[in-house]
């Protein structure tokens, strides 16, 4: 295992330091919350459906707290108010607020003990979604037991969540072990879910509850006929991470693209929003076992893989940082890294495996998700197709978690069916191929793979002492991760974000917080 | 056939030889073959070999086909546009601007819509450009703004008047459902509702781009995959070089 000797002392420091700078963190969310994680709330508490103009009723009753200045107190307690004045359950109340048929009550006219009694029966109802996503999950996998890791990641994304569902089964029989179904453009950036199922995507699919069961049921039914659990995957970052992680839960996902700084530095969504949406929705995922996986992968994207690379580790420090700080155990921390060094460099295959052995060794327990080739992909497929091959044999030589499929098309288009095919055909090749190197080989002690993970390693902590300075928010501020740059009070959403006011009160949160980790 | 006319090139000059895999939604099999080579046949492809045929799953066949194409062009007659450009290196263009404008630039750059990608923009514009050519901020005699990914039609308007552009630069990466052209058309539109269209260069430019497409949308020019920041600065500089003497011939 231990392939890279490693200064074990520098490893704990850099996991202390990253602790410390998601601390700081986790500060400012203790005292902030979002209309996201209200809506979340609702739709946890049952709330569902459309109001009129396809507004979510989760929306518009957030929308009615915030036209009456009354956000600060969290919508538990006021529909807890009106709940106890009408005696009808939260759905159904819900839906009379959005449609404007009953006003808002005023919490404090109320007996405390009693709204605190139904806060509490809410909260426990939401709970239980949770924990029985977390259930039907684990008899699936007692019945079905785990895939060998690597785990094949493949994607769909045809805007049309009925032949998503085709080329999804296509790729199972093809081998796929996990199915992402990829967002439409700039979904991330719609500040409420679309209703139902969808047929008409950009470059992915609407991200609805209903797609999700579209899907599950879909993969449920191939798992039944292959014989082994299929896993199903959708994406969280965006303005309604948390809410996109409630629906994922009652949809029984497995996985969730769940970042805490994606939004904020690839579709500029304000950080503070950002920070505690993802701090909410890691806390469902942790509850509901749902595997989050990190975008760090993208920062290669806009900064070159060989100058950066640090970036993506010190990145993945932090994320595992804040996701333990959600509650999520190792088994469920996907951090992410990516195979994207210009293939023109001459031995870019032996720093590749530097970086991937690095986080292998960093994050022994966690399944990490590493991305294949994208930005030196080519329009000439079949040179593509060869790039893959290389990543493959890179991802089952350092002994990845989630392998993400690339494609031989992907400076092109999303993905054919054909292009699945063959590119998990190829995966299988390369994985037979090569199953046992990893454990066959050792690294010469001074060579040119030791040297350069102890380096990033060393500029790894360089970073990361000066983000515990100057803080998180200043350093992405100034353009530390992905070359890209972001200013604390800039980018979407920050108006959805408010200061919990005295009688702030969220017993969902409380909840998983109090009874910890859950297993078995 | 006389020299110009041209046909697919396989193995002897003009054997048409033509290779191409694709997918039909059937169970792979004897039927599923012979389809695949009777469906090469109606694509006009003669001596059809089905190469490969492989099942995907239990109702789609993946196949590998070659046949030999008949109808030969007449190379002669066939023109592409480019964007015209004079080959210039960064010395130069400052040169010219200096002297031949003696006035600086102004550029502005987007990606417009909901595109989110920005490195094909940032290639052109930032200090570092693209390929060791510096971009656009680096040159002395060129003032440039980058406003980044998911730009409104209307901002990138707003901020071309208020800098008092000579240039919008517009990048468009994601055309899944002809986003791209949409939101070009888009843009062209608002320019001509507003009556700006003739105050500013504007230049298309993406993966999926070319110079055809760009003038066929109303632009000045479109730039595709590799283009150089140096060639969109020299297209610049050129182009305002000559409306320039345009201009002074009409006074
Ligand atoms: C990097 C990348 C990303 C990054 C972008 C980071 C960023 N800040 O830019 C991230 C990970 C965020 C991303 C996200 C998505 N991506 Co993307 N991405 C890519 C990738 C891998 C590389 C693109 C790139 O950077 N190329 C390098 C640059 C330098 O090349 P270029 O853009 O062509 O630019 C050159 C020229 O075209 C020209 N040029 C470009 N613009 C301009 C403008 C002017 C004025 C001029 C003169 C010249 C010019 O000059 C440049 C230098 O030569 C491609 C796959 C690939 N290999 O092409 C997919 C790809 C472009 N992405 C794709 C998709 C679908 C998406 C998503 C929509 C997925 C989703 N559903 O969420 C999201 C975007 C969401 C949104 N709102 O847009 C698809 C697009 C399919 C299509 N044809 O429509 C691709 C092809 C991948 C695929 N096969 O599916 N992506």
Redesign the interface.
């Known amino acids: 295992m231990e392939k890279i000797p490693l200064n074990k002392e520098q490893i704990g420091r850099v996991k202390s330091t990253a602790a410390d700078i998601a601390g700081q963190i986790r500060e400012m969310i203790r005292t902030y919350s979002t209309v996201c994680v209200e809506r979340t709330l609702l739709r946890l508490y049952g709330v569902d459906g459309v109001v009129d103009d396809e507004t979510p009723v989760p929306n518009r009753v957030v929308d009615i707290l915030v036209e009456e200045n009354r956000i600060d107190s969290g919508v538990t307690r006021a529909l807890a108010a009106v709940m106890i004045k009408t005696g009808r359950d939260a759905k159904t109340v819900a839906e009379l607020i959005a449609r404007r048929r009953i006003p808002l009550e005023d919490p404090a006219s109320y007996d405390m003990e009693r709204i605190m009694a139904v806060e509490q029966e809410l909260a426990r109802k939401a709970v239980d979604v949770l924990d029985h996503s977390r259930k039907r999950k684990q008899a699936a996998i007692d019945r079905w037991g785990l895939p060998v890791q690597p785990w094949k990641y493949m994607i769909t994304a045809t805007g049309n969540i009925y032949e998503d569902r085709t080329q999804a089964r296509s790729a199972v029989y093809s081998g796929a072990d996990i199915i992402a179904v990829i967002r439409s453009t700039a979904q991330s950036l719609l500040d409420y879910i679309p209703y139902g199922p969808t047929t008409e995507g950009f470059g992915g699919t609407y991200a609805t509850q209903e797609n999700f069961r579209i899907m599950r049921k879909a993969l449920n039914e191939v798992s039944e006929r292959q014989g082994r659990y299929v896993r199903l995957v959708n994406y969280a970052s965006g303005l309604c991470m948390s809410e996109i992680a409630a629906c994922a839960a009652f949809e029984d996902l497995d996985m969730l693209l769940n970042d805490s700084m994606y939004g904020i530095l690839f579709r500029d969504i304000n950080m503070m929003r950002t920070f505690i949406d993802q701090y909410v929705s890691r806390l469902i995922c942790s509850r509901a076992k749902i595997i989050i996986n990190t975008g760090e992968d993208n920062y290669l994207t806009t900064s070159d893989a060989m100058e950066n690379a640090y970036s993506v580790t010190a990145s993945q420090l932090i994320n595992e940082a804040m996701a333990k700080d959600a509650l999520l155990t190792d088994d469920l921390i996907g951090l992410g890294h990516a195979f994207e060094i210009n293939p023109k460099i001459e031995n870019a295959f032996l720093y590749e495996i530097a970086h991937a052995q690095l986080a292998r060794q960093l994050f022994p327990n966690a399944p990490l998700k590493y991305m294949p080739p994208t930005k030196y992909k080519s329009t000439n497929i079949f040179y593509s197709h060869a790039l893959d091959t290389m990543f493959n044999l890179a991802s089952i030589t350092t002994n990845q978690g989630i392998h993400l499929a690339g494609i031989l098309t992907e400076a092109i288009h999303t993905p054919l069916m054909q292009d699945r095919y063959l590119s998990l055909q190829g995966i299988d090749y390369v994985f037979g191929l090569a199953r046992g190197l990893g454990d066959e080989i050792a690294f010469k002690p001074d060579g040119l793979i030791v040297n350069r993970a102890k380096r990033v390693l060393d500029e790894t902590e360089q970073l990361l002492d000066e983000l515990k300075d100057i803080g998180l928010m200043e350093g992405v501020a100034l353009g530390k991760f992905a070359n890209i740059k972001r200013s604390r009070d800039g980018g979407k959403g920050l108006d959805g974000v408010f200061k919990k006011g005295p009688n702030y009160s969220n017993p969902v949160m409380d909840r998983i917080e109090r009874e910890g980790v859950i297993n078995a | 056939m006389p020299e110009q006319w041209i046909k697919p090139y396989g193995d002897t000059l003009n054997d048409g030889l033509v290779q191409l895999?694709?997918?039909l939604p059937v169970e792979n099999g004897p039927r599923a073959i012979k389809a695949a080579r009777i469906y090469a046949g109606k694509l006009n492809l003669k001596n059809v070999t089905v190469a490969c045929a492989?099942a995907?799953?239990?109702a789609?066949t993946?196949f590998v086909a070659y046949g030999r194409a008949e109808p030969a062009i007449d190379y002669s007659e066939i023109r592409a546009e480019e964007a015209t450009v004079e080959h210039m290196d960064f010395y130069e263009i400052n040169d010219r601007i200096r002297k031949d404008l003696n006035r600086r630039i102004c550029v502005v750059g987007a990606t417009i819509g909901?595109?989110?990608h920005?490195?094909g923009i940032?290639a052109i514009m930032n200090m570092k450009g693209y390929n060791q050519d510096y971009g656009l901020e680096r040159y002395p005699e060129i003032d440039a703004y980058n406003m980044?990914?998911?730009v409104t039609g209307e901002d990138l308007l707003k901020t071309a008047m208020d800098i008092n552009a000579d240039a919008l630069l517009v990048s468009q990466t994601?055309?899944?459902?002809d986003?791209h052209l949409h939101n070009f058309t888009e843009l062209m539109e608002l320019l001509e509702a507003e009556q700006l269209r003739d105050r500013f260069l504007v230049i298309a430019g993406g993966?999926r781009i070319t110079h055809e497409l760009a003038i066929e949308l109303g632009y000045d020019a479109g730039f595709g995959?590799g283009t150089l920041p140096s060639q969109v600065a020299a297209y610049i500089v050129t182009t305002l070089i000559k409306r320039r003497i345009m201009l002074n011939a009409k006074c």
Not at chain 2, 174 to 177: D, L, S
């Open positions: 895999s694709f997918t492989e995907m799953d239990d789609h993946f909901s595109d989110a920005t490195v940032d980044g990914a998911q994601v055309t899944q459902k986003a993966p995959p």
